[in-house]
Nanobody, 122 residues
């Protein structure tokens, strides 16, 4: 139901844009998580449709921008000034019922995309 794409290999300091499209329905919350090898899945950013609210992790703030095209049921993650530590599989997540205090928790989201690999070389 969620299809993510846009990952790839980029040098440090470069940029990538990820996209995630929901087929068949619109979600109130759409966001991104990432998981590096041997690490837990961590929150990156989320976009709440109502109120156009966005929220970022500390590591994403200032470098990444999440946006949303409601007509296309698509959320984007523009990633600039990429660092080797950004290397991970990036997952799109979505749900309608997310408590604000739980936005950073992967368990708050029931719908997930298949993941797209982002590799940043030094």
């Amino acid at each position: 139901q969620l299809q993510a794409c846009g990952g790839g290999l980029v040098q440090a300091g470069g940029s990538l844009r990820l996209s995630c499209t929901s087929s068949g329905r619109t979600f109130i919350f759409m966001g991104w998580f990432r998981q590096a090898p041997g690490k837990e899945r961590e929150f990156v950013a989320v976009f709440k449709k109502r109120g156009m609210f966005t929220y970022y992790s500390d590591s994403a703030k200032g470098r990444f921008t999440i946006s949303r095209d409601n007509a296309k049921n698509t959320v984007y993650l523009q990633m600039n000034s990429l660092k080797p530590e950004d290397t991970a599989v990036y997952y799109c997540a979505a749900d309608d019922n997310v408590i604000m205090s739980s936005m950073r928790s992967a368990s708050a989201y029931d719908y997930w995309g298949q993941g797209t690999q982002v590799t940043v070389s030094s």
